[in-house]
């Protein structure tokens, strides 16, 4: 029982920091192996190097030039003056009420396209920006737009969306991507409609009260400094690029390098081959080339005016991608550390005596991904350890595969995004807002996004619709 105390402690501390708007980068580790303490203190100093700083630095390895092309990506459209091109024509098409549902298509076409969550929130914020000053909405309500956009439906819900979350559990259940597609499509609708209905319902109060875009605020896009904006469907060049180019080099970055590559670097001395297993790294190489085509053509459209502040600009990008990356590599290495620790073991253990085998996996993967603080960490997590029992329950009640995928999939986007999670800091961190102004309206989303998991196995149960 001491052991799950401190787990439990651990998580509330750093819950209760990220919230206050202290540094997750500091509190994380601080967090982490203060639980260790509590629990084995000779395990401190091998857990922070051996564990947390490895997994810390292993994810900078691998997403580090993901942030900062994708911020690159986001501050040249604000430069170029993209995004007040494409928010124009928004307006004159649907009109300033309708901001928010522009705002989650956008987020939901690029997800959908296999683009990276954290690279959405990079490119996404200019338009969202400048589409709510225009539209005189409150900045407090962007996080909770973006996020639903691109940290929900588009995740885990569609079928054949090319998001993580959807992916891990095929090696699981031996399913694919598509799996359970009407339950995928039910749970999607519910989130998009309830989801859709709790921020129009915030924008209309705030109206009500007379409360506008917001004044004193930082993070705030750039003005354009050029002679007069692209025509829209240009602007929009850059971003149908990055998906269509994403997708293109998902499929042949392996056909052209294989399983694996190997090279010897041309160093004095002998030297050892530096071998590479491209299954492993190829969908974050096609995300940074589809970045690298992207920032390309914004620069071969607008280069006078994106020139004219680059240097500044970009400095302020990279800054954000730095604090960004970091928060988020720092949460990776603090779920690291309590999924080792005995009480992480007492939590999964007690999910495991939920009798229906559906509300069981639903509950043990979104509970030990808010744990995580990460959606693909827990549910690897959870079905690392209990996927056999999962499966046996299943075939025991006659339930496919398709089904176990799909709620797993949901369920790790659920209670995932608490206050510690890092893309939520990243999020907050891009939008220039505080867990105080903003985080109230992404736990109301996260809220909506745990209960389609339910009313998806409420609908299979009703239906048998797979």
Request: neutral net charge.
């Amino acid at each position: 029982m001491m052991d799950f105390v401190i787990v439990l402690a651990a998580l509330c501390f750093l819950m209760f920091v990220a919230y206050r708007g202290y540094s997750v980068i500091l509190f994380a580790p601080v967090a982490a192996l203060g639980a260790v303490l509590l629990t084995d203190p000779g395990l401190v100093a091998p857990m922070f190097t051996g564990l947390f700083m490895d997994k810390m630095v292993g994810f900078l390895k691998l997403y580090f030039p993901v942030f900062v092309l994708g911020a690159i990506f986001g501050k040249l459209i604000e430069l170029a003056g993209f995004s007040q091109a494409i928010v124009g024509a928004t307006i004159r098409v649907l009109g300033r009420s309708r901001a928010m549902l522009s705002i989650v298509a956008v987020c939901a076409l690029l997800t959908y396209g296999g683009v990276s969550l954290f690279v959405v929130v990079f490119a996404v914020y200019p338009f969202a920006a400048e589409m709510f000053r225009q539209s005189d909405i409150p900045k407090r309500l962007i996080p909770a737009t973006i996020a639903l956009g691109a940290f929900t439906f588009t995740m885990d819900a569609l079928p054949g969306t090319p998001q993580i979350q959807n992916i891990i559990p095929t090696s699981f259940f031996g399913t694919t991507a598509w799996a359970a597609p009407w339950l995928g499509t039910i749970g999607a609708l519910f989130i998009l409609a309830v989801g859709l209905s709790y921020l129009e319902w915030r924008r209309r109060s705030a109206l009500a009260a007379g409360e506008g875009y917001g004044g004193d605020l930082v993070n705030e896009p750039a003005p354009f400094s050029g002679e007069r904006l692209v025509n829209p469907l240009i602007a929009l060049l850059p971003l149908v690029l990055v998906g269509v180019s994403n997708k293109a080099f998902t499929t042949l970055i392996p056909q052209f390098y294989g399983a694996s590559h190997e090279f010897l670097p041309a160093v004095i001395g002998d030297a050892k081959p530096v071998v590479q297993e491209v299954a492993k790294v190829a969908a974050i190489w096609a995300v940074e080339g589809a970045l690298l085509i992207g920032i390309l053509t914004v620069l071969a459209f607008a280069w006078k005016p994106v020139m004219k502040s680059f240097a500044e600009g970009s400095k302020a990008a990279i800054g954000g991608a730095l604090l960004a990356s970091m928060n988020t590599a720092s949460e990776y290495g603090f779920g690291a550390v309590i999924a080792s620790l005995p009480g992480f073991l007492v939590v999964a253990n007690a999910l495991k005596a939920i009798p229906d085998p559906l509300v069981n996996e639903a509950i043990s993967v979104t509970a030990l991904a808010g744990i995580t603080g990460s959606a693909s960490g827990g549910m690897s997590i959870a079905l690392a350890a209990m996927s056999e029992t999962f499966i046996a329950n299943a075939q025991a009640a006659h339930i496919p595969m398709e089904v176990l995928h799909r709620v797993a999939a949901m369920a790790s986007g659920g209670m995932d995004t608490l206050p510690h999670n890092g893309a939520v800091i990243t999020l907050l961190a891009v939008t220039g807002l505080t867990h105080r102004q903003s985080y109230k309206d992404i736990f109301a989303i996260t809220l909506v996004k745990t209960m389609a998991v339910f009313v998806v196995i409420v609908a299979f149960y009703l239906t048998g619709l797979v």
